[in-house]
């Protein structure tokens, strides 16, 4: 079995300052890890994914993750939010690219 | 191309209604998934279909949820005698194949009075 946790459920932040949206994972094999962003009444759209190779993944939108085997960790960070930032992030994994399990989101609040 | 569509966007029905939610999925993609996200959650898995075939269902809560995939194309989610608990928004995602990234639909908002 796998989980996911996300350690903060919100995490408000003024725009232009960076962000860390934290993200812990538990599984007995290895997995494929992703970060998913969903605006108000939208479906998901991948930010990005980490499947081997590289423990710095860069994704859309500024949004780069790390890759931390030992304390199973798969942070997200931006260097500098805007206000278009604001939206619900979720943490993911699976042993493909299916079948994937959530953590629970973070809601980054961002202000001017 | 179009995305993943999905019909009614939102859905009010009385307890004890049954609801039918509509998926069509992009064009030519195999695998198709069906989750369930209620207020404040992450989406939860329910189902999958490879082509027409129901590959996996154990994420159904009960046996009031149905889906199916006749022509492995469209893909409906069936909730029968529907519960306040059944409130949730339903998204549905395909993919190409079983391991290439999924596309997920805007989602149907169910809200069960």
């Known amino acids: 079995a796998q989980s996911v946790t996300q350690l903060d459920s919100q995490v408000p932040v003024f725009e232009e300052a960076p962000v860390e949206l934290r993200c812990n994972y538990s599984?007995?094999?290895?997995?494929?890890l992703f970060w998913y962003v969903q605006y108000p009444n939208q479906g998901l759209q991948l930010l990005l994914k980490?499947?081997?190779?590289?423990?710095l993944v860069k994704g859309i939108n500024g949004f780069e993750a790390e890759f931390n085997k030992s304390q199973t960790s798969f942070h997200l960070r931006k260097p500098s939010v805007h206000i278009s930032d604001t939206a619900e992030y979720f943490c993911?994994?699976?042993?493909?690219?299916?079948?994937?399990?959530f953590g629970k989101g973070t809601m980054l609040l961002v202000s001017p | 191309g179009a995305g993943v569509s999905q019909s009614p966007r939102y859905k009010v029905a009385k307890r004890g209604q049954d609801v039918a939610l509509r998926c069509d999925p992009i064009?030519?993609?195999?695998?198709l998934f069906w989750y369930q996200q209620a207020l404040g959650q992450g989406p939860e898995f329910l189902t999958y279909?490879?082509?027409?075939?129901?590959?996996?269902k154990s994420g159904l809560p009960s046996d009031r949820f149905f889906a199916e995939r006749p022509e492995g194309s469209v893909s409906t989610l069936k909730i029968q005698r529907t519960q306040q608990e059944d409130s949730a928004v339903y998204l549905c995602?395909?993919?190409?194949?079983?391991?290439?990234?999924?596309?997920f639909g805007n989602g149907t908002r169910l809200t069960v009075t």
């Open positions: 064009s030519g993609h195999v695998s």
């Open positions: 993911a994994v699976s042993q493909g690219y299916s079948t994937l399990t």
């Open positions: 995602a395909s993919s190409l194949a079983r391991d290439s990234p999924l596309h």
């Open positions: 279909f490879q082509n027409e075939a129901q590959l996996d």
């Open positions: 980490y499947l081997s190779g590289s423990t």
């Open positions: 599984s007995s094999v290895s997995v494929y």
